[in-house]
């Protein structure tokens, strides 16, 4: 069976440090990968998401930024945190119609 | 501009009763419909879809109806239970295989 893992499960960072969120995918191949954000209050918004090794798209502008080094790897990255970086982070992946499935979710607290 | 909405950010309802959450849907080439299920500092849990060849689709004590004319769909719990008690978010798409667009989300609280 298909498992997602992401890590770390909470982060507390300071202000203008880097960043790095990693989520793999094991049990599938060529799986779509996705990271969202649910800030306080709020729905869950699209980051990036890749349909291939390379391959990232990105829906809002920021200063985060996604990689994907491997088939079943995906991350997320960050030079200078701001404030309002703060917020549930959630690495998801699907293929061949089938429904999305998500991480755990990441925690990050700015301070 | 806000493509799939869930208008009641909440919805308390008493153990053993239906609980009736509800999404609309503003652009119409949206096919593919899904409900998500969230407890607090968890991801989102798959629960049930239905296409827009359907009107309805059920599974077990969940069963979601889309009403395409309205570009309204909702999603019944009978009987409802403490452990549905959740975030549940409505997700649509194009063709089944594009980027979901996700509603903001509504909190619903079963009491026992």
């Known amino acids: 069976s298909q498992t997602i893992h992401q890590w770390p499960a909470t982060l507390v960072q300071p202000v203008g440090s880097p960043l790095s969120l990693e989520c793999t995918v094991e049990g599938t191949s060529n799986p779509n990968l996705y990271w969202y954000r649910q800030a306080a209050g709020r729905g869950l918004q699209l980051l990036f998401y890749s349909v291939g090794i390379g391959q990232i798209s990105s829906e809002v502008p920021q200063n985060l930024s996604a990689s994907r080094p491997q088939d079943r790897q995906f991350i997320l990255s960050s030079k200078k945190l701001l404030l309002s970086d703060s917020g549930f982070y959630l690495c998801a992946w699907d293929r061949d119609y089938q429904p999305q499935h998500f991480g755990d979710g990441t925690r990050l607290s700015i301070l | 501009d806000q493509q799939v909405k869930q208008n009641s950010p909440s919805l308390s309802v008493q153990e053993g009763r239906i609980s009736i959450l509800n999404c609309d849907y503003t652009n119409s080439m949206f096919d593919y419909f899904l409900w998500y299920k969230k407890y607090p500092a968890e991801g989102p849990t798959f629960l049930i879809s239905i296409s827009s060849i359907k009107d309805k689709n059920e599974d077990g004590r969940f069963t979601v109806f889309l009403n395409k004319s309205a570009k309204h769909l909702s999603l019944h719990i009978v009987p409802s239970q403490p452990g549905d008690s959740a975030v549940y978010f409505c997700?649509?798409?194009?063709?089944?295989?594009?980027?979901?667009?996700f509603g903001k989300g509504t909190k619903l609280t079963v009491n026992p």
């Open positions: 997700a649509a798409n194009k063709g089944g295989s594009e980027k979901l667009v």
